[in-house]
């Protein structure tokens, strides 16, 4: 969830057509597309797997502090306390349950996301030697922490989002404090480059989230789920989550999506430096009366952006939510699985071709099932395992043709992992951990952070 930083200069909105052209604003040339990674790691105690608080001597707060000191970083403020860091282009930003996010700058290739990605964890490896007790999980959900029972980072966003929650999904609150993801950002290069991609984006979003299915333990116990990450957002306000269904179908355009996020409800804008919550509009309805005396301004349309949460979002960019939070080496593995369909067009219409005679109810269906099913889960009649394997197939070969003079190595080295760890056994990462415990005669929670743990002991 963005971390804002408030314009005192207001580009004022005087109608809904001064929006019409700000997605293929944003388009770039061939030349100019890259990949952004952003991933969410979780801070607990390693002996009891409870995840760590916002504040005290070893919370959340004060591990940012130290970054800030050892590494260079600017501490971004909210009410004096620190709600994120800043490093040129790179950002470490906070989840509302204190899930610590590495928001990386665009990166030509794979191999540097993977280079930033090492960065990352070798700065939380030494926070781990200074704060005696703590780890760094790497999976899709706290294992042992109850929403109720943390404290919410203090960001007046994340204040309004809880309180609006409260009527809209049961597990919204579950959904703000115990999740962790690993979210991709690509390019466009026109309107039906983005298009495109977001309609194969949601056409096989639910088998993606299959294949790293990584979040079958919680509350202590395993939850009977295989993403339970996938779950509590198919319970998380309808409104701006979900599967959009009505962007698989041929034709859509940026004019199609603008009406979807214009229709949204909003949640909040911010005037010199408040957060006030919006209630009971549309983005539309705020361009054409205001709210309390505020006039619609492109910040807030983009602000509005960023509090749009389905499967797959167009911003300045096309960002692909749906995996649960990975191990290193598959982080990057995510990046050029997606790199691979998205990147080559070929690959991308060749994608769309194994998903294209399902009806929309059976994608619905299939939405419902990947939850507690994973990669168990059926499209139509076919099993979700054998389009995943084609799938990875089909991005390898696309990578292996997007080889360039500064960079001849091929990215499908990043698929080999995916393909070794996973479809190769045939169980996702979360059926793995399910076998690994069922072995197990007792299991406490220092066994289940040692599992997790995104950093070797030895670093």
């Not at 959900?141 to 980072?153: D, G, H, L, T």
């Not at 294209?356 to 076919?382: F, I, W, Y």
Request: some cysteine; aromatic content about 10%.
């Amino acid at each position: 969830m963005s971390t804002f930083i408030d314009h005192p200069q207001k580009t004022i909105l005087d109608s809904e057509d001064m929006l019409k052209d700000y997605f293929s604003k944003h388009a770039k040339c061939r030349t100019c597309i890259f990949v952004g990674m952003e991933a969410e790691l979780l801070g607990v105690n390693k002996m009891t797997g409870q995840a760590l608080p916002y504040s005290g001597p070893s919370g959340i707060e004060a591990i940012l502090k130290t970054m800030a000191q050892r590494f260079g970083y600017e501490p971004l403020l909210e009410a004096g306390r620190i709600i994120a860091l800043k490093r040129t282009d790179a950002m470490v930003t906070l989840e509302p349950g204190g899930q610590i996010e590495l928001s990386a700058p665009p990166a030509d290739n794979v191999f540097q996301v993977e280079e930033q990605v090492q960065r990352f964890l070798s700065e939380l490896a030494q926070m781990r030697r200074e704060f005696d007790g703590i780890e760094w999980l790497a999976c899709g959900i706290q294992p042992y922490s109850r929403p109720e029972a943390m404290e919410r980072v203090p960001k007046k966003r994340y204040g309004i989002m809880e309180a609006h929650f409260k009527s809209r999904g049961t597990l919204s609150h579950a959904m703000m404090k115990l999740t962790a993801t690993n979210q991709v950002n690509f390019d466009y290069l026109d309107e039906a480059d983005a298009m495109e991609s977001l309609r194969v984006a949601f056409g096989i979003t639910s088998i993606v989230t299959a294949l790293f299915a990584n979040s079958a333990f919680s509350g202590g116990r395993p939850n009977g789920f295989a993403t339970y990450r996938l779950e509590i957002w198919n319970h998380t306000d309808p409104d701006r989550s979900g599967l959009l269904t009505q962007f698989m179908r041929p034709g859509c355009t940026f004019q199609d999506y603008l009406d979807y996020v214009l229709d949204m409800p909003m949640l909040f804008i911010v005037r010199d430096g408040r957060w006030l919550p919006v209630h009971d509009r549309s983005f539309r309805q705020f361009i054409r009366t205001g709210y309390e005396g505020f006039q619609a301004a492109l910040e807030d349309f983009e602000l509005h952006l960023s509090a749009a949460f389905p499967e797959a979002r167009l911003k300045q960019y096309l960002e692909v939510r749906g995996v649960d939070g990975q191990s290193p080496a598959l982080i990057p593995a995510v990046a050029a699985f997606w790199k691979g369909l998205f990147y080559q067009k070929d690959a991308k219409r060749e994608a769309w071709k194994l998903v294209k005679s399902a009806t929309m109810e059976e994608r619905l269906q299939l939405h419902r099932d990947v939850p507690r099913l994973g990669l168990k889960a059926k499209l139509g009649n076919r099993p979700i395992l054998e389009i995943a394997a084609d799938l990875v197939e089909l991005s390898c070969s696309s990578l292996s043709r997007q080889t360039t003079a500064a960079e001849n190595r091929s990215e499908c080295v990043f698929l080999n992992r995916i393909r070794q760890e996973i479809i190769q056994p045939g169980k996702s990462p979360a059926e793995q951990f399910l076998d690994w415990y069922a072995a197990k005669v007792y299991v406490c929670p220092a066994d289940i952070t040692a599992y997790f743990r995104a950093i070797p002991n030895a670093c």
